[in-house]
């Protein structure tokens, strides 16, 4: 005599796997297209933060390039200053004995502040494109935040997106789909700035 009843548990197993797979199949289908498709948006989005990363990068660069310049400009200035100051002081020394100084100290003097200027103008249009593009580089940062803080949510997005497939959970999928949505919008407004 059995000990219990004698059932087909092989058959109803696969029956139950079959009707899971029918149940499930579209449902995956699903989960793995939306995954994909926010994958490929992250991915978009990462090519978009390196690139703004690397343009600041380069505007930043020239920036202190333009500073190094403007400094060396300021430096032939003082160079200037001072020719203009020894030509004054010889003049000086001359008047100090009693005599008229020869006309090519004050010469001297005038054509060093004429090229004093000619120098300050040229630091100051370097210092101006300096500032330039370090506002550029800054500005491009700013979007490179927005597009590394996109990449993140659609990393989250598509991390939910595996949760939903490995437990077949709707609403960790809905989550997953919401977030990639929020991703999206942060992405579309990033690239509108």
Do not use: C
């Amino acid at each position: 005599m059995p000990e219990g009843p004698e059932i087909e548990t092989e058959k109803l197993h696969e029956e139950i796997e079959e009707e899971f797979e029918r149940e499930g199949s579209p449902f995956l289908k699903r989960i793995a297209l939306s995954t994909a498709l926010i994958a490929a948006l992250a991915a978009v989005a990462a090519l978009q933060a390196g690139a703004t990363a690397n343009e600041a990068l380069m505007r930043k660069t020239e920036a202190t390039r333009l500073q190094a310049e403007a400094s060396d400009q300021w430096a032939y200035y003082q160079a200037k200053g001072v020719k203009i100051s020894v030509a004054e002081a010889a003049g000086t020394s001359w008047l100090a004995i009693g005599r008229e100084p020869p006309p090519e100290y004050a010469e001297r003097q005038k054509r060093y502040a004429t090229e004093q200027a000619e120098i300050e103008k040229k630091a100051r249009e370097k210092e101006k494109e300096r500032d330039e593009k370090s506002e550029e580089a800054d500005h491009l940062l700013h979007r490179h935040h927005g597009f590394a803080q996109t990449v993140a949510l659609f990393q989250v997005s598509i991390a939910l997106g595996a949760v939903a497939a490995l437990t077949r959970n709707r609403p960790v999928w809905i989550g997953s789909l919401l977030l990639g949505t929020a991703a999206i919008l942060l992405f579309a407004m990033t690239l509108i700035r």
